[in-house]
């Protein structure tokens, strides 16, 4: 049975006409889970080997992770150059104001960003680079001028509309406009399908069936009227030739649409909003074109040396809105996005004489390649042909869950470990991180599903290697994955694994290392090491910045004093978690005692009683007066506590360690236990006993929203029911029901906790 959207029409449609299943869509599918693994399971010991242990390599993780980090070295690469600019705040004989920016001076045109080059920030072509100097002179000159408009050009422009979602660009627009990740969108997007609200997610169709087609076109007419209706409705194709056209568009269910304001309350928040979105996407496809007028004006000015000053401005008219009602697409640059919007300017004529009523010079500096976004490397991915739309939440998921990236703000920021990996297999196992191999590879999937190639012949030949693949046709990896990972023994993985920063004044290297532990800056072969900090950019880890992680390092080599105890030496080290304290050196089999600096303390102005302080904890404070236990205090993975046998609580503040008596810490254990998620969760009602086991009942509020709890089951309260207002009878209803639901799941939740008593 075939249905897309979980809706009674197209799942009785389903039952009405099955079909047979289609064998080479299953040969395909099998194909590609066999080449994954025989890929990682082949490369990813070799990391192991050469790198560090329980890192991995993938069939297109891999090459995701490649074009980060080679976004990330471009960054490396990329040397600022500053310019300077001049804007004029004009305005008409009727005080209509505008602005403009000066575009040529004396024939010669001024650099702007878009002249300097994208990859190493220098200047391409003869444009004029203004100084500061020279454009406040110029200013100063300028002021005196008179500025007539020289030209005015009108140019009727025409948008279409955008095709409605599939799961790609659905990941890309809800990144820009609801800044979702990949896995929450495809999160969101799978509890709306399941629910019945939108068709199937996971699709690199844009096709929309004729009950779509018609849903879409009686909404139009009845939400913005008939004139925003083209005649005959748009079909789009997916222009990628490996599309597989199994399902509809990513477009709200059913055969007519609820808008977002029936469903206004229905929704939590991110479904509202993805909702939303596709609903909006799906209509605006299904608009008329939108039309306007842009027009692009010249004003010109004498100087008395540099020649004739042209400013220019242009503006933006929409005459018809047409599909811009419903919909307008985001943009991975802000600034684009922010400057084709709409701009009206006041009527001007060639000839025209404007009145100057300021002129500011500007500065600025260019700005290296962006990192990839989520929704920006999913499009990179599919404009490559890599992957398929529906792994790429999974595969971005994963490159973060091994360490290959993390999160800045938006951006995609590649580790070290990324680097030692991509240089690793770039080096020796070209082929499995090259960009059009992974795409031909692609390809040679998607035959198999057409019935071009057979599947176990084809995975043969690519394994093993042969001279063809079993249709007479070379095979895409004639060499064999298992030969070529054979070669993996003679990788020299110590030239891998370093990334140059540059060299001492004495020429020594000094270059990052990939560890056991993580990453660390070393000069020369056998120099002083130092931990790289685990949220350092590699685009900001300069020479400059390198030697002064070294030359801090070195000096946390002097002893900040002795302990007056033992008489060993305290130093102030920096790891890779940050500065912390050792007492004395580190001995083959004998961990020093080290302890990390509190948030007050800073390394600057550390001093040996405050190292002392930090060495002593866990520290001691006496018997418990009734248990007799001791009671001690210390700093711990998830903050500072107070410990008694296996009970625990939490206290405010690292500087409380210090100053806690044995009595206050009594008191704080005869405390109630509270979470690490922030003080536990206050109950909003207490209900009673429950009827058969006894046990309180409380009405909570959770981390998804209220629910009712007995201490073992807990019950999500419905969607419009006020939690205040919730009795005892429908308390135990609800949590009767839950609990036979778990049941029925093989969860048995008062066995567990009987288990945990026990």
Same mark, same amino acid.
């Given at each position: 049975?075939? !249905?897309?959207?979980?809706?009674?029409?197209?799942?009785?449609?389903?039952?009405?006409?099955?079909?047979?299943?289609?064998?080479?869509?299953?040969?395909?599918?099998?194909?590609?889970?066999?080449?994954?693994?025989?890929?990682?399971?082949?490369?990813?010991?070799?990391?192991?080997?050469?790198?560090?242990?329980?890192?991995?390599?993938?069939?297109?993780?891999?090459?995701?992770?490649?074009?980060?980090?080679?976004?990330?070295?471009?960054?490396?690469?990329?040397?600022?150059?500053?310019?300077?600019?001049?804007?004029?705040?004009?305005?008409?004989?009727?005080?209509?104001?505008?602005?403009?920016?000066?575009?040529?001076?004396?024939?010669?045109?001024?650099?702007?960003?878009?002249? !300097?080059?994208?990859?190493?920030?220098?200047?391409?072509?003869?444009?004029?680079?203004?100084?500061?100097?020279?454009?406040?002179?110029?200013?100063?000159?300028? /002021?005196?001028?008179?500025?007539?408009?020289?030209?005015?050009? =009108?140019?009727?422009?025409?948008?279409?509309?955008?095709?409605?979602?599939?799961?790609?660009?659905?990941?890309?627009?809800?990144?820009?406009?609801?800044?979702?990740?990949?896995?929450?969108?495809?999160?969101?997007?799978?509890?709306?399908?399941?629910?019945?609200?939108?068709?199937?997610?996971?699709?690199?169709?844009?096709?929309?069936?004729?009950?779509?087609?018609?849903?879409?076109?009686?909404?139009?007419?009845?939400?913005?009227?008939?004139?925003?209706?083209?005649?005959?409705?748009?079909?789009?194709?997916?222009?990628?030739?490996?599309?597989?056209?199994?399902?509809?568009?990513?477009?709200?269910?059913?055969?007519? !649409?609820?808008?977002?304001?029936?469903?206004?309350?229905?929704?939590? /928040?991110?479904? !509202?909003?993805?909702?939303?979105?596709?609903?909006?996407?799906?209509?605006?496809?299904?608009?008329?074109?939108?039309?306007?007028?842009?027009?692009?004006?010249?004003?010109?000015?004498?100087?008395?040396?540099?020649?004739?000053?042209?400013?220019?401005?242009?503006?933006?008219?929409?005459?018809?809105?047409?599909?811009?009602?419903?919909?307008?697409?985001?943009?991975?640059?802000?600034?684009?996005?922010?400057?084709?919007?709409?701009?009206?300017?006041?009527?001007?004529?060639?000839?025209?004489?404007?009145?100057?009523?300021?002129?500011?010079?500007?500065?600025?500096?260019?700005?290296?390649?962006?990192?990839?976004?989520?929704?920006?490397?999913?499009?990179?991915?599919?404009?490559?042909?890599?992957?398929?739309?529906?792994?790429?939440?999974?595969?971005?998921?994963?490159?973060?869950?091994?360490?290959?990236?993390?999160?800045?703000?938006?951006?995609?920021?590649?580790?070290?470990?990324?680097?030692?990996?991509?240089?690793?297999?770039?080096?020796?196992?070209?082929?499995?991180?090259?960009?059009?191999?992974?795409?031909?590879?692609?390809?040679?999937?998607?035959?198999?599903?057409?019935?071009?190639?057979? /599947?176990?012949?084809?995975?043969?030949?690519?394994?093993?290697?042969?001279?063809?693949?079993?249709?007479?046709?070379?095979?895409?990896?004639?060499?064999?994955?298992?030969?070529?990972?054979?070669?993996?023994?003679?990788?020299?993985?110590?030239?891998?694994?370093?990334?140059?920063?540059?060299?001492?004044?004495?020429?020594?290297?000094?270059?990052?290392?990939?560890?056991?532990?993580? *990453?660390?800056?070393?000069?020369?072969?056998?120099?002083?090491?130092?931990?790289? &900090?685990?949220?350092?950019?590699?685009?900001?880890?300069?020479?400059?910045?390198?030697?002064?992680?070294?030359?801090?390092?070195?000096?946390?080599?002097? &002893?900040?004093?002795?302990?007056?105890?033992?008489?060993?030496?305290?130093?102030?080290?920096?790891?890779?978690?940050?500065?912390?304290?050792?007492?004395?050196?580190?001995?083959?089999?004998?961990? &020093?005692?080290?302890?990390?600096?509190?948030?007050?303390?800073?390394?600057?102005?550390?001093?040996?009683?405050?190292?002392?302080?930090?060495?002593?904890? *866990?520290?001691?404070?006496? *018997?418990? *007066?009734?248990?007799?236990?001791?009671?001690?205090?210390?700093?711990?993975?998830?903050?500072?506590?107070?410990?008694?046998?296996?009970?625990?609580?939490?206290?405010?503040?690292?500087? =409380?360690?210090?100053?806690?008596?044995?009595?206050?810490?009594?008191?704080?254990?005869?405390?109630?236990?509270?979470?690490?998620?922030?003080?536990?969760?206050?109950?909003?009602?207490?209900?009673?006993?429950?009827?058969?086991?006894?046990? &309180?009942?409380?009405?909570?509020?959770?981390?998804?929203?209220?629910?009712?709890?007995?201490?073992?089951?807990?019950?999500?309260?419905?969607?419009?029911?006020?939690?205040?207002?919730?009795?005892?009878?429908?308390?135990?209803?609800?949590?009767?029901?839950?609990?036979?639901?778990?049941?029925?799941?093989?969860?048995?939740?008062?066995?567990?906790?009987?288990?945990?008593?026990?």
């Amino acid at each position: 049975m075939v !249905f897309h959207e979980i809706t009674d029409t197209a799942i009785a449609h389903a039952l009405e006409s099955p079909r047979d299943i289609d064998g080479r869509l299953v040969a395909a599918q099998e194909t590609r889970r066999i080449l994954d693994r025989l890929v990682g399971y082949e490369v990813s010991p070799v990391l192991w080997r050469k790198l560090r242990p329980k890192l991995s390599a993938g069939r297109v993780q891999s090459v995701a992770t490649r074009l980060i980090v080679a976004r990330e070295e471009a960054r490396m690469r990329f040397v600022a150059s500053a310019y300077c600019g001049l804007e004029a705040m004009l305005a008409t004989a009727d005080g209509s104001p505008f602005g403009a920016r000066l575009a040529e001076l004396g024939e010669r045109k001024i650099a702007v960003g878009k002249d !300097f080059d994208a990859e190493s920030g220098e200047l391409k072509g003869k444009a004029l680079v203004l100084d500061a100097a020279r454009a406040a002179t110029l200013a100063a000159e300028l /002021a005196r001028a008179p500025f007539t408009v020289a030209e005015v050009s =009108e140019k009727p422009f025409t948008e279409r509309p955008y095709p409605p979602f599939m799961t790609s660009t659905l990941q890309q627009e809800a990144g820009r406009k609801l800044r979702f990740n990949a896995r929450r969108t495809m999160r969101v997007a799978q509890s709306l399908y399941e629910n019945g609200y939108i068709t199937y997610m996971r699709t690199d169709s844009l096709t929309l069936s004729r009950e779509a087609l018609d849903a879409a076109r009686r909404q139009v007419r009845e939400l913005y009227g008939p004139q925003y209706l083209p005649e005959q409705p748009r079909v789009y194709r997916s222009k990628s030739k490996s599309a597989q056209e199994a399902h509809e568009a990513i477009r709200p269910a059913g055969d007519r !649409f609820r808008t977002p304001a029936d469903l206004r309350g229905v929704l939590d /928040a991110d479904q !509202f909003k993805l909702y939303e979105l596709i609903w909006k996407r799906t209509l605006a496809s299904q608009m008329k074109d939108a039309v306007g007028t842009r027009t692009q004006v010249r004003i010109e000015a004498p100087t008395a040396g540099d020649g004739t000053a042209v400013f220019s401005t242009s503006g933006k008219v929409i005459g018809f809105a047409g599909f811009l009602r419903a919909y307008v697409e985001g943009s991975d640059d802000p600034a684009a996005e922010l400057a084709d919007q709409e701009k009206v300017l006041p009527r001007l004529e060639a000839g025209q004489a404007l009145d100057l009523t300021g002129l500011e010079p500007t500065s600025h500096t260019t700005q290296p390649p962006a990192r990839y976004t989520e929704a920006s490397l999913v499009k990179e991915l599919e404009a490559r042909g890599i992957g398929r739309p529906s792994t790429y939440a999974s595969i971005i998921q994963t490159i973060q869950d091994r360490g290959y990236v993390w999160h800045k703000a938006q951006a995609l920021v590649p580790t070290f470990t990324a680097f030692a990996v991509t240089r690793l297999l770039e080096r020796h196992l070209p082929d499995l991180v090259d960009y059009d191999f992974t795409a031909r590879m692609e390809d040679e999937l998607d035959a198999i599903a057409r019935g071009e190639h057979e /599947a176990v012949p084809w995975l043969h030949a690519f394994y093993f290697g042969t001279e063809d693949n079993g249709n007479g046709k070379r095979p895409i990896l004639h060499v064999g994955l298992h030969a070529l990972v054979a070669t993996g023994g003679d990788i020299e993985a110590s030239e891998a694994s370093r990334i140059t920063i540059g060299r001492t004044e004495a020429g020594e290297r000094v270059a990052v290392r990939l560890g056991r532990y993580g *990453p660390y800056l070393q000069v020369g072969d056998g120099g002083q090491r130092v931990s790289v &900090p685990d949220d350092m950019p590699p685009d900001e880890l300069t020479l400059e910045r390198a030697l002064e992680l070294i030359g801090r390092a070195a000096e946390g080599e002097q &002893p900040l004093g002795n302990d007056p105890a033992s008489g060993l030496p305290v130093f102030l080290k920096n790891g890779r978690f940050g500065p912390y304290v050792q007492l004395g050196e580190r001995a083959d089999g004998d961990k &020093p005692r080290m302890a990390s600096l509190w948030k007050s303390m800073t390394p600057e102005n550390l001093s040996l009683d405050e190292a002392l302080l930090l060495l002593s904890f *866990p520290r001691e404070l006496g *018997p418990h *007066p009734e248990t007799g236990e001791p009671v001690t205090v210390q700093d711990g993975r998830y903050g500072p506590y107070v410990k008694m046998g296996a009970e625990t609580r939490s206290l405010t503040s690292q500087d =409380e360690l210090a100053t806690i008596t044995l009595e206050q810490a009594v008191a704080k254990l005869a405390e109630p236990k509270r979470g690490r998620r922030g003080g536990g969760t206050a109950a909003i009602a207490d209900l009673g006993a429950h009827p058969t086991s006894g046990a &309180p009942i409380q009405v909570k509020s959770g981390r998804f929203g209220p629910y009712v709890t007995d201490g073992t089951v807990n019950a999500t309260i419905p969607k419009g029911t006020d939690p205040e207002a919730l009795g005892l009878e429908q308390a135990v209803e609800l949590l009767a029901r839950r609990e036979e639901k778990l049941r029925e799941q093989g969860k048995d939740p008062r066995a567990k906790k009987a288990r945990k008593r026990r």
